[in-house]
């Protein structure tokens, strides 16, 4: 690194040895293990390897072997040293890997004491005035220090990266924040990021959508919402399937009516993608997403599709709106109906997902007769048994036994009968 050489010269290997004479070390035997290739240029050549040229076989061994010494001399009474290497170097391309590795070196506890120094060396005068190659070197360090630590410096990194303002990068960037693992983002930066759903180049607003959904619930501000809903009615499909991912993944804290209408409506895009990201985000939303109208929606969107792969993730959709017992049961009788027509003439849906107990919970506690068929057909498919004793029904499935008691004579009465009808139709076959 010093001498900014590739060739490992026998003087080279000399000098190592005698640095490193306090340990054990076989220089002959180092030479052996793979990484290193030897090269004579002399013109009888030699059979002592030590009297060789070396080279490694690839030159990011190098660039790593020279990423730990810059650290190791960061740890030293000689950091200065270190720090004069780094800034004088930062934006010389030979060294850009050794910078990359010497971040991803930093998450090592052994390192620890080498975070401040190194970031704020990198981060500090002299800075590239055209800006591009500085941001391109903070999104290659950061993007190695953050896959493997979340760490204070993110923010200020995260800050600096924000401010880029050459349109040939800013995807890169916007791309780039969208993969870290940020769950409480600066507010300089969120409103950076949602500023850049405004962004003339589509795919910068779309990286903006990933962005604002990896944030999380933290991000589900009245602002970023009312920003992502109007992105699921962009001119570009791309921007309007990010934004329906964003949204679900905003969680129950986004799952307001004008969301749960916003993704409902891009259900009917006329785009593929966009559809099917609506429906995995209002699955998302969790109970509040499940109404007559989202049901309805995706019983005739899994109608209409002949496609196996599309079918399976519909029928996951399908499957996780039934498990919301609070919306279930103020289905309206004619969605139930159809709801249950459907699934039994299926053959794509895995209910076995459904707890039995909480699909005659959602009868008992709606009164609606409507359900019963769905109930029974569940049951059956899940082959538990069914027993009653007095006034009680007793499930028995794969967990154990489970009590189900009804308030209301009449609907655990009619539930028996169901129960028993089906038993007659599968006796006389």
Partial sequence: MECNKIMLTPATLIEAKDDLKSFAIDIPQILKMGILK??????????????????FVHLSFQEHFAARHLLSILMSTDKVKAINF?????YNQRFHFVFVFASGLLAQSHYK????????????????LVGVKHIKLLIACVDEFIGQTTAPQSTPLLQSISKCKDPREKRNVYN??????ITEPIPKLQYK???????????????????????????ATNEVIAALINATRN???????????????????AATDEVVAALINATRDKAYNVTWKAWKALRELGEKAVTNEMI???????????????????????VGAMCSFGRMKQLNSGIVKELCSYIRKSTTIDLTAIPSEHMIKVFFDSGNASWLGLVVYIALSQGIAVTVEGSCIWIYDGRGPF??????????????ESFRNQKSEIESG
């Fill in 296 to 318: 309805a929606g995706l019983v005739n969107e899994h109608s209409g599709r002949i496609d196996y792969d599309h079918n399976m993730s519909l029928g996951k959709c399908l």
């Fill in 235 to 253: 001119e570009d499909y791309y921007v309007r399937s990010k934004a329906c991912e964003a949204l679900g993944k905003l969680g129950e804290k």
């Fill in 86 to 90: 780094i800034s004088n170097n930062k």
């Fill in 38 to 55: 030897s090269y004579d240029d002399t013109a009888i050549g030699t059979q002592n390897q030590t009297e060789k040229q070396y080279y």
């Fill in 113 to 128: 004491s080498c975070i401040e120094p190194f970031w704020s060396t990198v981060q500090g005068e002299p800075i590239d």
């Fill in 403 to 416: 009590e189900c008691n009804g308030d209301r004579p009449e609907l655990l009465a009619s539930l028996i």
């Fill in 176 to 181: 780039f924040i969208a993969e870290l693992p």
């Fill in 193 to 219: 990021i949602l500023a850049a759903l405004s962004d003339t180049d589509t795919d910068a607003r779309a990286a903006a959508c990933a962005t604002l959904g990896n944030f999380g619930e933290k991000a």
